[in-house]
């Protein structure tokens, strides 16, 4: 199997995992060959024993880091990817939303963060905040346009969601940063002038069809005379 169809059949295998939306208790972990359900406990089941023994946990298991679900959360841990890609998924809103269209929600969230393709953890971790805050504030929009929404609702849904896209544009500002883009380039020049003579650095207009060129052209010129070794002139 090569990497690709690894990545869709695991991606698919997760979007199934979740078929039943952010309510729906525990999780999957993927592998190549499937998922594996992860069911919640009673809470009963989960208090701690005088006989119970610690148990390891590998933090650089070579099962765990084959990289197949990088597209998706930037980590060469799987692990990771896959608790990313849910953590992404149950933030969306899809409460009275029937089967079909839950689905296309996981799967958008899905090809979303493939499409923002992090390279990284920290990436991943901005990338699926980023998806979350703008379904957040698509939600408080809508629900602003609702025809019975009274007019204490309909401003704090706007307050909420003008909020949530300062939140959105301040992530999406940090990923650029993280990324290299947006850096201001700055270059700095050093133009020499001998004593007892002044330079002027820029553009000097000059009469159309004059000079070499004609029209404008930029001229470093001494206005007083300059030594014979001067390279102002």
Not at 38 to 48: C, M, V, W
Not at 175 to 185: D, M, S
Not at 205 to 221: E, L, M, N, V
Request: aromatic share 2%; hydrophobic share 35%.
């Amino acid at each position: 199997m090569d990497r690709s169809s690894g990545n869709c059949l695991a991606a698919s295998t997760l979007l199934a995992s979740l078929a039943n939306g952010p309510d729906s208790q525990g999780g999957c972990l993927l592998d190549q060959d499937g998922y594996h359900r992860i069911e919640d406990e009673p809470l009963a089941s989960k208090q701690t024993t005088a006989e119970a023994q610690p148990k390891t946990l590998a933090a650089n298991d070579p099962d765990d880091r084959k990289a197949q679900l990088k597209n998706i959360g930037g980590s060469q841990s799987d692990h990771w990817n896959n608790t990313l890609a849910n953590q992404a998924m149950h933030a969306l809103w899809m409460k009275n939303s029937d089967q079909e269209t839950r689905d296309k929600l996981l799967s958008a969230t899905l090809a979303a963060l493939v499409g923002i393709a992090p390279k990284d953890e920290l990436e991943g971790m901005m990338a699926a905040q980023l998806i979350a805050a703008h379904n957040a504030a698509m939600e408080c929009y809508r629900r602003a346009m609702i025809d019975e929404q009274t007019f204490e609702g309909r401003r704090e849904n706007l307050a909420q969601a003008n909020k949530l896209s300062r939140t959105y544009a301040t992530l999406l500002e940090a990923l650029n940063r993280h990324r290299g883009k947006g850096q201001q380039k700055v270059t700095v020049e050093h133009v020499h002038v001998h004593a007892g003579g002044q330079a002027v650095v820029g553009v000097v207009a000059t009469p159309a069809g004059q000079g070499p060129g004609g029209g404008d052209q930029a001229k470093i010129r001494g206005t007083t005379p300059c030594k014979a070794d001067c390279p102002c002139t």
